[in-house]
């Protein structure tokens, strides 16, 4: 949702913004909604003016009760009709305005896909931050990437992807995929070890950091969706619950991040100024479609449709949404500097960057040597107040008044971190070294094969 009345006195500049996210116009007709707009106010006008004379009847029944009586009669029927006119281009002013996007930050790339994504920063284990002028638009710092695991010694080996890696060490895609179907995995002994002390390690940070840890609900109902803008656009990638098995019959669905429920736990509040901002994790499981990439990143972990997932959430003011922004990638890179894991962070171009909600959104991307590629690993969202409009998250200030909310998600840890470790600290005798950081969690320097089920 956005400022209504910032749309109608500068629809040029919600034009633009649809324009630079790159979002269906036969959707986000603004041209339509501002005709259907118009009609609406018009409508609201014409109803406050019979409501003000249905107020002035009582003098005229004094002097003509039957007068009266005849106008009530013409003002009811006059006000319904205008009511069921009002509501009939109602839903469809609605089903316009849930389409327009968040207003995008001037910084915010241009660009359609992905190419047009723009490289922030580039770090590698041991060199430090690549100098600015090596990156650019694109993956121009894939050049610059090691085309060998990083923490494989001095040997030189052919790097193995994760799934030739990780099959010994406990991930079970095929016992999965006779238990669930495709896109599912069983991560057994060691993997599932190494996932547990990956995010212990991220959990101590944020504790560390006076983040408040929240467990929410992963069913929720769909104005939890609406409100965070997972719906309408991304409906597709959401599973929804036989509602004659729910209580009450209600319409349940599994999330695809803790991000709704979490955000929806403020929902309709109003929060003091002095308690913002409010920064929470969750760490849950996240349930997704994968509509659209079939047949894509099919092999192993990469692209599943359960996984774990640390999200953060940030629920602040207006003055304090970039620092929140900017915070949460400062934990995403100390949490890869700490793994020592080659990464770079890109700022997404306005057709990239997510769904409705974003005003600006950065990807962190881990190399992978043994598919000479970035995958991405983490995801930092800066929303500002769009998603604390439709939720209706506000803030009193000092002074009295009330304001929206900004919100900030950012993913701390997930899978797919599980796919950088195994890439980059594979051994050539088929082992795995634990990287340094997860050591004190599980107790050995190195994971075999051979010991994968104990």
């Known amino acids: 949702m956005i400022d209504l009345r910032r749309v109608r006195a500068n629809p040029d500049e919600m034009r633009d913004a649809i324009r630079k996210r790159h979002v269906d116009t036969a959707k986000a007709d603004l041209d ?19 409501n003000a004379e249905r107020n002035r009847l009582a ?29 009939a281009i109602t839903t469809e002013w609605q089903q316009i305005l849930d389409w327009f996007p968040n207003w995008p ?33 694109g993956a121009s710092a894939a050049q610059h990437m090691p085309a060998n695991p990083v923490h494989a010694g001095q040997a030189e080996i052919t790097p193995r992807d994760h799934l030739a890696i990780g099959e010994p060490l406990g991930i079970d895609v095929a016992q999965a995929a006779r238990v669930s179907g495709s896109r599912f995995a069983y991560l057994v002994g060691d993997v599932a070890l190494l996932q547990l002390a990956l995010h212990w390690l991220l959990v101590e940070k944020l504790l560390d950091e006076g983040f408040q840890p929240i467990v929410p609900p992963l069913l929720v109902r769909e104005p939890a969706l609406y409100g965070t803008s997972h719906f309408p656009e991304g409906r597709d990638q959401i599973y929804a619950i036989e509602s004659a098995n729910v209580e009450e019959n209600a319409q349940l669905f599994l999330v695809g991040s803790s991000e709704p429920s979490n955000f929806s736990y403020f929902a309709g509040r109003i929060l003091p100024e002095a308690d913002l901002p409010i920064r929470l994790f969750a760490d849950t499981p996240c349930f997704r479609s994968e509509v659209g990439s079939w047949g894509k990143d099919v092999r192993g972990i990469k692209r599943v449709h359960q996984f774990q997932k640390i999200e953060l959430a940030g629920i602040c003011a207006p003055d304090q949404s970039r620092a929140v922004y900017d915070e949460f990638l400062a934990i995403n890179e100390w949490l890869l500097q700490t793994l020592q894991i080659p990464y770079r962070v890109i700022d997404k171009c306005g057709g990239d960057a997510g769904y409705l909600a974003s005003a600006r959104q950065r990807d962190v991307e881990g190399w992978l040597s043994g598919s000479d590629e970035f995958i991405e690993l983490m995801t930092d969202t800066n929303a500002t107040d769009y998603q604390a409009r439709r939720l209706n998250i506000r803030y009193r200030r000092a002074d009295g008044t009330l304001n929206f909310c900004h919100t900030v998600n950012d ?44």
């Open 105 to 137: 930050e001037p910084g915010m790339p241009e660009g359609e896909s992905e190419e047009q994504n723009r490289e922030e920063k580039a770090w590698l284990p041991g060199r430090g931050y690549l100098d600015e002028s090596l990156l650019g638009v």
């Open 32 to 50: 339509r909604w501002l005709q259907l707009d118009e009609e609406r106010r018009r409508i609201e006008t014409a109803l406050g003016e019979l």
């Open 59 to 87: 003098d005229l029944g004094r002097r003509d009760p039957a007068a009266a009586r005849e106008r009530g009669r013409e003002i009811r029927e006059q006000a319904r009709a205008l009511e069921e006119r009002r509501d």
């Open 411 to 454: 993913t701390g840890a997930s899978d797919r971190l599980l796919i950088a470790i195994l890439d980059h600290y594979q051994q050539p005798d088929g082992s795995l070294k634990v990287p340094e950081a997860l050591q004190p969690f599980i107790k050995r320097d190195y994971l075999r094969p051979e010991s994968a089920g104990q």
